[in-house]
């Protein structure tokens, strides 16, 4: 398998420090559309001018902003993206548009794991680790693997696939790799991945 994997850019959930989740239309900040412009060039130099690849891309707002300028760098028209709701970030439930400050305070403890920068409880009527390991162990078994991939997600979501992909340390039943600020572009082959451009933007799930 030859897959680069590239994290969204910043959002303006993401400055505000609000849950986003499943949410579609989020978009992104100045900084995000600097972190993009860069994750574009860093691909360019990689990848050349409207390289041969199958690209895909979540089906939210802003994992597609952040396609659009890519896909301007590239050569390669937006209509090319192939979109799959299996690559869409964490569902967050009733979490979803709340600030994570009054989500902390109502719970009367911490969500999010400082070290392994993941949530530590479910989201109430959203989903869990294992599945989101099962849609994207879904989608990959539709791909034809002979293809070289570009594919654009989210923060926990491509945490999970490289966890499935190369491998990560356990997290409630699941691999899930190492966190990776936002922007961060990733190429994983034969079961190793190298990092092809490192992000501006922020890390954990406060980015999600």
């Known amino acids: 398998?030859?897959?680069?994997?590239?994290?969204?850019?910043?959002?303006?959930?993401?400055?505000?420090?609000?849950?986003?989740?499943?949410?579609?239309?989020?978009?992104?900040?100045?900084?995000?559309?600097?972190?993009?412009?860069?994750?574009?060039?860093?691909?360019?130099?990689?990848?050349?001018?409207?390289?041969?690849?199958?690209?895909?891309?979540?089906?939210s707002?802003?994992?597609?902003?952040?396609?659009?300028?890519?896909?301007?760098?590239?050569?390669v028209p937006f209509f090319d993206w192939r979109q799959d709701t299996r690559l869409l970030e964490i569902d967050v439930g009733q979490w979803e548009g709340r600030y994570y400050a009054d989500i902390v305070a109502d719970l009367g403890e911490h969500i999010v794991c400082p070290d392994r920068r993941l949530f530590r409880v479910p989201p109430p009527g959203g989903e869990w680790f294992p599945e989101?390991?099962?849609?994207?162990?879904?989608?990959?078994?539709?791909?034809?693997?002979?293809?070289?991939?570009?594919?654009?997600?989210?923060?926990?979501?491509?945490?999970?696939?490289?966890?499935?992909?190369?491998?990560?340390?356990?997290w409630q039943g699941v691999p899930v790799a190492a966190d990776a600020p936002q922007g961060t572009v990733f190429h994983i082959r034969d079961g190793a991945e190298t990092m092809l451009h490192v992000g501006s933007g922020v890390q954990g799930v406060r980015a999600a």
Do not use: C, K, Y
């Open 1 to 59: 398998m030859d897959l680069i994997l590239a994290r969204h850019a910043e959002t303006v959930f993401n400055a505000a420090a609000r849950m986003q989740g499943h949410m579609a239309h989020t978009p992104l900040t100045r900084s995000g559309i600097a972190q993009a412009e860069a994750m574009g060039a860093a691909l360019r130099a990689t990848l050349g001018e409207a390289p041969d690849r199958d690209f895909w891309v979540s089906p």
């Open 61 to 75: 707002g802003r994992t597609q902003q952040t396609a659009a300028i890519v896909s301007e760098h590239l050569g």
């Open 132 to 170: 989101i390991a099962a849609r994207l162990t879904d989608w990959l078994a539709g791909l034809d693997m002979t293809r070289p991939l570009l594919v654009i997600s989210h923060g926990i979501t491509a945490r999970v696939l490289r966890g499935i992909l190369v491998g990560g340390q356990d």
